[in-house]
């Protein structure tokens, strides 16, 4: 499932590049770059916009949903976070006080 949702994910997020880059920016677009007046007459710029802003907005609030469900979806670790956990707090229960060192004379130095 979790694989599924990833590559759901990435072939959204194709295509929506795909669809952003063949908006009209300033002028031009998909309309002028291939065919032109072929593409204007037979689906017409108006409809070409509406339809490439819909693709758009679609495939945008798909791709949030797949990565949402893919955060619910994520298998668990819990098994390696808490022994990782139990280490620190063992650590942190260990007295930390410093051992003095007797020399030959026998004095104690720190």
Known sequence: MYT???SLTIFASVLLV????AQNSKGGGLS???GGSTASNMIGVKKTGDLLERL???LAICVMAFSLA???STPSVAGATD???ERAK???QLPTTPTLKADS???QKP
């Open 4 to 6: 599924l949702l990833i």
């Open 18 to 21: 795909l669809v952003v880059l």
């Open 32 to 34: 002028s770059q291939f």
């Open 56 to 58: 758009t907005w679609g």
């Open 70 to 72: 893919t955060n619910f």
């Open 83 to 85: 022994e990782i956990l």
């Open 90 to 92: 063992e650590q942190q």
């Open 105 to 107: 004379a026998g004095a």
